[in-house]
């Protein structure tokens, strides 16, 4: 079970659009429509943005969006705002009822 | 909704035994399982394990030797414990759920309630 890649870090201005990607293998990502998505800020614990590679929480801005191809996932911030600058961690389930996470993104908006 | 609350030293000497608790507040126990999550210093996170209010555990491969999580339904509570600790075992570590879908005869594979983590330190 290798942790799924992620890039270090994401930036852009306010206003544009992100996405950040999270490679795994065809025994995660690539086998399960069950990708999740977690903004952290520091101190706090993480909160969901993403489940099922595509559906948002209840609360969660429509800026916030998700897709899978292949081994590949992707979250996309549109409408960048200073208060999406966080830490973004992708999560996948591994088979055999077992998570695995990415290294984490960090977000900046300049 | 579901408040998660870590507690526990933070502190651990190398070749000794990490333990947390993690408290249940405003939800119930049941249709939840209940995990232990960590975070290394500058590295991403990882998942430990779970434990299901029967009782029934699941662990990651890589620990699956040192780990053991337990709950006290009574208490709302939930332990973790890692064995043979060393410096590697520093992290942020996070108790977190995710439910049980009963009218789908499964589980969400998503973690929905976290804590605000505590930091352990290993050394001597």
């Known amino acids: 079970q290798s942790a799924l890649t992620q890039p270090a870090s994401v930036s852009g201005s306010p206003g544009q659009s992100i996405t950040i990607s999270c490679t795994g293998t065809s025994s995660d990502v690539g086998n399960y429509n069950l990708v999740s998505w977690y903004q952290h800020h520091p101190g706090k614990g993480p909160k969901l943005m993403i489940y099922?590679?595509?559906k948002r929480p209840s609360g969660v801005s429509n800026r916030f969006s998700g897709s899978k191809s292949g081994n590949m996932a992707s979250l996309t911030i549109s409408a960048l705002q200073a208060e999406d600058e966080a830490d973004y961690y992708c999560?996948?389930?591994?088979?055999?009822?077992?998570?695995?996470f990415g290294g984490g993104t960090k977000v900046t908006v300049l | 909704q579901v408040q998660l609350q870590e507690s526990g030293p933070g502190l651990v000497k190398p070749s000794e035994t990490l333990s947390l608790t993690c408290t249940v507040s405003g939800g119930s126990i049941r249709n939840y399982y209940w995990n232990w999550i960590r975070q290394p210093p500058g590295k991403g996170l990882e998942w430990i394990g779970y434990?299901?209010?029967?009782?029934?555990?699941n662990y990651n491969p890589s620990l699956k030797s040192r780990v053991t999580i337990s709950l006290d339904t009574s208490k709302k509570q939930f332990s973790l414990k890692l064995s043979s600790v060393t410096a590697a075992d520093t992290a942020v570590y996070y108790c977190?759920?995710?439910?049980?879908?009963?009218?789908?005869?499964?589980?969400?594979?998503?973690?929905?309630?976290w804590g605000r983590g505590t930091l352990v330190t290993v050394s001597s």
């Open positions: 999560c996948s389930y591994a088979g055999a009822s077992t998570f695995v």
């Open positions: 977190g759920s995710f439910s049980h879908d009963d009218s789908a005869y499964r589980p969400l594979w998503y973690f929905d309630f």
């Open positions: 434990i299901y209010h029967t009782g029934s555990t």
């Open positions: 099922d590679v595509t």
